[in-house]
């Protein structure tokens, strides 16, 4: 049975911030408020809660989990950026996007993607997200809250306890959030390349929008 917690979306209680804190750095699973849909979370370095991440998710290695990260000073822990990469990271962020980066030493084998050695960063605009990065003290691996049978994200995070209540361990009540993906934009090539239409604008990178 997961625990539910009914954060303040923008003055999230520090109390319950630490309790979940102390819940992803044992183990768990959670579902986690960002400024797209929800997500779930789990600690960079607990291989058997990635694991069991992607299996709620129905993903194999092949699919990239996301890292959250707090702000622009951990992006070069964890990716590869030259300035041409970084300027165009800044012009958005934080947002709804997810960058798909060549990974440092610094991302565990497994995270990256197995035959490009990529790794996808998202800066959330959300504030509980942040409080939770910034109580562990390092990022969290996520990725969006679609399960195997939908074909949208789940914002409402009662739906979410009664769906999953016996696969993760805590559902963070943040309010609805978006019934959006974030956008993914994959930055390794000479230029910017759409992977996934989301909830991030995608002109500011010389993209043109689908139709």
């Not at 994200?153 to 361990?169: C, G």
């Amino acid at each position: 049975m997961s625990q539910y917690f009914r954060i303040h979306p923008e003055n999230p209680q520090a109390r319950l911030i630490k309790q979940a804190a102390q819940v992803v750095s044992g183990g768990g699973v959670i579902a986690l408020p960002t400024d797209s849909s929800y997500v779930l979370a789990c600690r960079l370095d607990d291989r058997s809660a990635v694991e069991r991440l992607r299996r709620i998710r129905g993903i194999d290695e092949r699919q990239h989990l996301s890292l959250l990260v707090r702000d622009l000073s951990e992006l070069a822990t964890f990716a590869i950026v030259d300035n041409r990469q970084f300027r165009m990271i800044r012009t958005v962020t934080p947002g709804p996007y997810v960058f798909v980066l060549v990974a440092t030493k610094e991302v565990p084998r497994r995270l990256s993607h197995p035959s490009r050695k990529t790794i996808g960063l998202r800066v959330p605009d959300h504030e509980i997200a942040r409080a939770l990065i910034a109580e562990l003290g390092e990022p969290l691996i996520a990725s969006t809250l679609i399960l195997p049978d939908d074909e949208e994200p789940l914002n409402d995070p009662e739906e979410i306890r009664v769906r999953l209540e016996k696969q993760i361990d805590l559902v963070i009540d943040g309010g609805a959030c978006p019934r959006e993906p974030s956008t993914v934009i994959d930055l390794t090539g000479a230029e910017p390349e759409l992977i996934r239409m989301g909830r991030g604008p995608v002109e500011p990178f010389g993209i043109d929008a689908p139709v």
